[in-house]
């Protein structure tokens, strides 16, 4: 059974950092790619980032570019999103995302094929 386990969110004011982790089991990790979507209330789930199997083809959506960077750590079965320069618009629940392949075949959330329960992110003065 796939678990995907998130952690770090939490409540920042803006221009602060944070630092989520996503734990993998039950996958080989190590040839699957990972990557992190948000939803805020009212919205559809957003694609952040993805990083491929090996680490070398990394993607971002638009809104988080220049300021949120995703790694990887196949020994520890650990991806993480460093979010940096924080805005309220980066308020959601972000949401540890698997895919069966080494690199994700589309942005659109139904093509993932495994989810972490997320954690939440706010953003607020």
């Known amino acids: 059974q796939v678990q995907l386990k998130e952690s770090g969110g939490g409540l920042v004011q803006p221009g602060a950092s944070l630092r989520l982790s996503c734990v993998a089991s039950?996958?080989?990790?190590?040839?699957?790619?990972m990557g992190w979507f948000r939803q805020s209330p009212g919205k559809e789930r957003e694609f952040v980032a993805h990083?491929?199997?090996?680490?070398?083809?990394?993607d971002y959506g638009n809104s988080v570019k220049g300021r949120f960077t995703i790694s990887r750590d196949n020994t520890l079965k650990t991806h993480y999103l460093q979010m940096d320069n924080l805005k309220p618009e980066d308020t959601a629940v972000y949401y540890c995302a698997a895919w069966r392949r080494g690199t994700m075949s589309s942005e659109e959330a139904e093509y993932v094929d495994f989810w972490g329960e997320g954690t939440s992110v706010t953003v607020s003065s």
């Open positions: 039950g996958l080989a990790f190590h040839s699957n790619a």
């Open positions: 990083i491929n199997w090996i680490g070398k083809a990394i």
